[in-house]
């Protein structure tokens, strides 16, 4: 009796690579801020032989598609359903294309999801902190020795704008404070994602 | 800071590159040398008003922190009767002795030390006593908090995200509001924890070392 065999994976369709690569340059203009990335450029790398007019009407597809899929927060399932739908419309994309898309979506998900949470904070956001602890080793007053004190450097800033340094000082008592409140706010966080 | 350049240049030219003769010491916390700029600085306050003194105080800490000061200093030079270059002098003068005072770690700024050094350079008293002031770090008075999901916005339909804003009122008056992503708060969190730690390890430390 002979194994049943498994038929060898046909390689990618020619027309995957170039796919692949303008979803990347969509995704590069509208979600990861980089404008140098034109309409000319896009057709002069990945689609020479095409016409202008109708390399935009495919960029506008490709954008329209990938805009319904980030702004939904598709996940795979969704995805699937999404895509299948769209073979099979009029006008619509091929199944090669929704495998493309869909490689395209797993790949680029999280950073993409990021970027969009970024564009609706407008407000001065926490970049980072830096900080160090100083300590009196000698002092003509015994009492004071011993006192330790932290110097926090805390890096405040909004998208395309330059960063505002706070520098803060803390005995210990603050910084115990600080992390008490600081233990406060994930107590209340927890509860709120065992809720949802 | 283009007014403090122009006044170290100009301090240079004068040739001040050396700290004062009869002083042997230097200049304590400014280092074995005083910078030329310090020095012209603390020759031509003499002749400048308090009132005058502390604006410029004022536009040197603004500086400090990074904030433009272009309009102040304006303002000043239209209302004294003071040189462009002796501004200069004066500015960058007061620029580099802040920023040294600032540079160090708090503990090892000694209030009395600080004033004598301020004698030291031919200035009185009470105006030591305003620098002394200005120069420490604010500390955090309030720290108000607030945990916000963001639903649905105009770039993600379906956002659920939740963030931290925070409201941090300080000791030198001044209030911020920012916002926390999770990710980094939960670095700010370990951070503190770490600084306490650090703390306590260094108290340690010290208490072994010092007994007899």
């Known amino acids: ?30 979600y990861y801020g980089n404008a140098d990335i034109t309409e000319e450029l896009l057709r002069g790398q990945l689609y020479p032989e095409a016409a202008p007019e109708e390399f935009r009407a495919l960029r506008a597809k490709m954008g329209g598609l990938l805009q319904s899929i980030a702004s939904a927060d598709m996940d795979l399932n969704q995805l699937e359903a999404f895509l299948t739908a769209q073979t099979k419309k009029q006008g619509g994309i091929t199944s090669d294309q929704a495998a493309v898309i869909a490689k395209f979506w797993k790949n680029h998900r999280i950073k993409i999801r990021e970027s969009l949470i970024n564009q609706s904070r407008w407000d001065n956001v926490l970049k980072n902190m830096n900080w160090r602890v100083d300590l009196k080793s000698q002092s003509r007053h015994k009492d004071q020795i011993n006192t330790p004190v932290a110097i926090v450097e805390m890096e405040l800033g909004k998208n395309g704008q330059e960063s505002e340094f706070l520098c803060l000082e803390f005995d210990e008592a603050k910084v115990s404070q600080m992390l008490k409140k600081l233990s406060e706010i994930e107590e209340s966080m927890s509860l709120l994602t065992q809720t949802t | 800071m283009a007014v403090a350049a122009a006044g170290k240049a100009a301090a240079a030219a004068y040739g001040h590159g050396e700290s004062g003769g009869g ?190």
């Open chain 2, 23 to 212: 002083r042997g010491a230097g200049g304590g916390f400014l280092g074995p040398r005083v910078p030329a700029e310090v020095e012209a600085m603390a020759r031509g306050v003499q002749d400048v008003g308090q009132e005058t003194f502390r604006r410029l105080l004022k536009v040197t800490v603004n500086a400090l922190e990074g904030k433009d000061c272009k309009e102040s200093v304006k303002l000043i030079a239209e209302s004294s009767n003071l040189s462009e270059e002796q501004l200069a002098f004066l500015i960058s003068g007061m620029y580099t002795l802040l920023r040294e005072a600032l540079r160090l770690p708090l503990s090892t700024f000694k209030q009395e030390v600080f004033k004598e050094d301020l004698k030291e350079l031919r200035r009185p008293a009470s105006e030591g006593t305003a620098l002394m002031q200005r120069s420490r770090l604010p500390s955090v008075q309030d720290l108000k908090w607030r945990v916000d999901v963001a639903i649905s916005t105009s770039s993600l339909a379906r956002a659920l995200q939740p963030s931290i804003l925070m409201m941090m009122k300080l000791s030198d008056g001044t209030a911020h509001r920012f916002e926390v992503p999770i990710a980094k708060f939960q670095e700010l969190r370990y951070n503190v924890a770490l600084i306490l730690k650090e703390m306590n390890d260094l108290e340690k430390r010290s208490i072994l070392k010092i007994q007899d």
């Open chain 1, 1 to 30: 009796m002979a194994a049943p065999e498994q038929p060898p994976q046909p390689p990618p369709p020619e027309g995957s690579k170039p796919l692949s690569a303008l979803l990347g340059g969509i995704a590069q203009v509208a």
